[in-house]
């Protein structure tokens, strides 16, 4: 079992820059899958980006190809999504969730991934 807590963001001006992270605890971190959605108010969960247990493969929403890039370090048990030219409409609660099952790079549902942290918030201001 995984264990997940977002951190990282925060207000920031449209165009700007946030790296989120997502620490992991359990020793079986790096054959997880992982993955990043968001929730903007009064919207659905929506996929943002997902990785490879080994980090060689990954996969992004088309909303955030080119912006976004979603990496891993095994060692530090840490997830990140790196953000820059961010937008408004960026504006939501981003979430980590991990899957000990292999993962296919491409759109996620969130049922296929058991595992979730609680969220951090990043508001994009205009």
């Known amino acids: 079992q995984v264990q997940l807590v977002e951190s990282g963001g925060g207000l920031v001006q449209a165009g700007g820059s946030l790296r989120l992270s997502c620490a992991a605890s359990?020793?079986?971190?790096?054959?997880?899958?992982m993955a990043w959605f968001r929730q903007a108010p009064g919207k659905e969960r929506e996929f943002v980006a997902t990785i490879t247990w080994s980090g060689i493969a990954t996969y992004y929403a088309d909303f955030v190809k080119g912006r976004f890039t979603i990496s891993r370090d095994n060692a530090k048990n840490t997830v990140y999504l790196q953000m820059n030219s961010l937008k408004p409409e960026d504006t939501a609660v981003y979430y980590c969730?991990?899957?000990?099952?292999?993962?296919?790079?491409?759109?996620?549902?969130?049922?296929?991934?058991?595992?979730w942290g609680q969220g951090t918030q990043v508001t994009v201001s205009s």
């Open positions: 969730a991990a899957s000990p099952l292999r993962l296919g790079t491409r759109t996620l549902k969130e049922s296929e991934l058991p595992y």
């Open positions: 359990g020793h079986t971190f790096s054959s997880y899958g």
